[in-house]
């Protein structure tokens, strides 16, 4: 069956930030890297997008993230760390000419596998790139040359994450970039809020983008099943045994909710947390549990 597919305006959600200067660039350069993915082999045939960036480009979240997300089908080695770094900054030049950004350079910075203690050897290993952008002739961009970058995107490239569902986005220009499907986006997001207690860390933007997914679309029963069944094979690979219960750990709820109001920053207008979140879990319990042990 074809994946399905979305156009995406990617200008657009660039001159949304308009009006802040720092966020313009940003994404200005944002924009530079996920062309460069797209319009690059091997990077578009083994590179998926998924959170934040994702969230802003297909389904309109006004949320701010300057980080990139992405799921490879790369082997986790050196060799293709390498191969990524260099087709980036290969591509980086004729990319930013094409976009009308000529005068913005954009570089990749540092490249750092984690977990550092076990690098490639790691049962989940990730690549965290430091990609740095300034206006070239700048102080900026002096110091970007001498190592100082003050501008940064932080780009995740996570390795043996299971995808059982993915979208193709259609982007201005006709390069086409592989994406998390809703289904596991929606399903990614769910383990990512049972993983806070795990990796005993706070993750207040799980809740703010599942309720916005779960108010802006309509799930029948056979969506609710492919989620569900993404989200099993997603916590699976993770050594989680989610049941219906899982999001009514008091640790859970209140690692979501921390720093719930610094979103302010970020939206118009934030929705109270407890609203938010009971929305979320009702529709978790709405999952096909029948089955499974609670």
Not at 103 to 115: N, W
């Amino acid at each position: 069956m074809p994946e399905p597919r979305m156009e995406i305006d990617v200008p657009a959600w660039v001159e949304q930030a308009r009006n802040d200067p720092v966020a313009y660039r940003s994404r200005q350069a944002t924009e530079i890297i996920l062309s460069a993915i797209a319009a690059s082999a091997p990077l578009s045939e083994n590179l998926c997008l998924k959170g934040g960036v994702l969230m802003g480009l297909a389904y309109g979240s006004p949320r701010q993230t300057t980080d990139i997300d992405l799921s490879t089908w790369f082997e986790p080695t050196q060799e293709n760390a390498d191969t990524i770094e260099k087709t980036l900054n290969r591509a980086f030049p004729a990319i930013a000419a094409k976009l009308g950004y000529a005068g913005l350079t954009v570089q990749v910075y540092s490249v750092q596998v984690e977990p550092k203690r076990y690098g490639f050897g790691a049962e989940f290993p990730a690549l965290k790139l430091k990609i740095a952008y300034a206006m070239a002739g700048t102080p900026s961009h002096a110091a970007m040359l001498e190592r100082r970058a003050a501008d940064i995107i932080e780009v995740d490239i996570s390795f043996n994450e299971p995808l059982t569902s993915l979208q193709v986005l259609e982007m201005t220009g006709g390069n086409e970039l592989c994406a998390y499907s809703l289904t596991d986006l929606m399903a990614e997001k769910y383990r990512a809020m049972l993983q806070q207690v795990i990796r005993n860390r706070s993750r207040r933007q799980d809740v703010y983008d599942l309720d916005r997914l779960i108010r802006s679309h309509v799930f029948d029963a056979e969506g609710r099943a492919a989620i569900h069944t993404a989200f099993i094979e997603k916590c699976e690979a993770r050594h989680i045994s989610p049941t219906r219960e899982s999001l009514d750990d008091p640790d859970v709820r209140r690692r979501s909710g921390a720093d719930w109001s610094s979103l302010a920053l970020e939206v118009d207008a934030l929705p109270e947390f407890g609203e938010c979140f009971d929305r979320v879990r009702t529709f978790y319990l709405s999952l096909p549990w029948e089955g499974l042990p609670d």
